[in-house]
């Protein structure tokens, strides 16, 4: 199995642009979640979903963040516009839903604002 | 909400040393995970526990679910085991349940 897949792995972009970061789970897993991980905060929970359908986004900063699961092979967080302190590692995870189990995480997308 | 404490921040060790990595949360869980970050930034699952403990490897994972706390052991330390520890933590509910994590403890094993 390839395990979870992220792209980009990095992404350089300016302020006000728009950003898309894209995440394939694990084939058969139903629980798809996305991390951000910063000096300052550490890893956070940023939202999560289950069988494609949104559970928890309190940890979505604002409005400007928005994520999708069109389908279970496939997950994109955008940030629209986005600015310096967006500047994070994002992870995404997957496991399998439905009881306790260990998430598995994608390599992260290394995502500088200027 | 949960707050998940790990102590200490930072250790430094020589090769050989019985590493202790504790941590503490605040409400119940339905389970607590270690996880290791390496420089490269990869995050892996070492353990998930609800209770007890389990063992892989040089590795030792404990919990007590009374005192809200669990412990990670590495015995016989290797230069290899040098990266960030994370100790996360999830809720009861519907079985999809996003981590609250720790800082993380930053091990260095020296040779």
């Known amino acids: 199995d390839a395990g979870v897949i992220q792209s980009p792995r990095h992404e350089v972009t300016e302020m006000g642009q728009e950003v898309t970061l894209r995440c394939k789970p694990i084939?058969?897993?139903?629980?798809l979640f996305w991390y951000r991980q910063t000096m300052m905060r550490g890893l956070e929970l940023l939202i999560y979903f289950n069988n494609n359908v949104p559970i928890d986004d309190s940890g979505m900063p604002e409005d400007r963040f928005s994520a999708k699961m069109p389908n279970a092979s496939f997950s994109t967080l955008k940030i629209q516009p986005s600015e310096p302190r967006d500047s994070a590692v994002y992870f995404c995870?997957?496991?399998?839903?439905?009881?306790?189990?260990?998430?598995?995480f994608g390599p992260g997308t290394r995502l500088t604002v200027l | 909400k949960n707050e998940v404490e790990q102590s200490p921040q930072n250790l430094t060790a020589q090769e050989g040393e019985f590493i202790t990595i504790n941590c503490s949360y605040s409400?119940?869980?339905?389970?607590l995970h270690w996880l290791q970050q390496h420089p490269g930034g990869g995050i892996v699952s070492l353990f998930m526990l609800s209770s007890g403990k389990k063992k892989h490897g040089r590795l030792i994972a404990t919990i007590n679910i009374q005192e809200k706390h669990s412990s990670l052991h590495i015995t016989a330390s290797h230069p290899r085991d040098s990266a960030v520890y994370i100790c996360?933590?999830?809720?009861?509910?519907?079985?999809?349940?996003?981590?609250?994590f720790g800082k993380g403890t930053h091990l260095i094993i020296q040779p």
């Open positions: 409400v119940g869980i339905s389970a």
């Open positions: 084939s058969g897993h139903n629980s």
């Open positions: 995870a997957s496991k399998l839903a439905g009881g306790l189990g260990e998430q598995f």
């Open positions: 996360a933590v999830s809720y009861s509910g519907g079985g999809a349940d996003g981590l609250t």
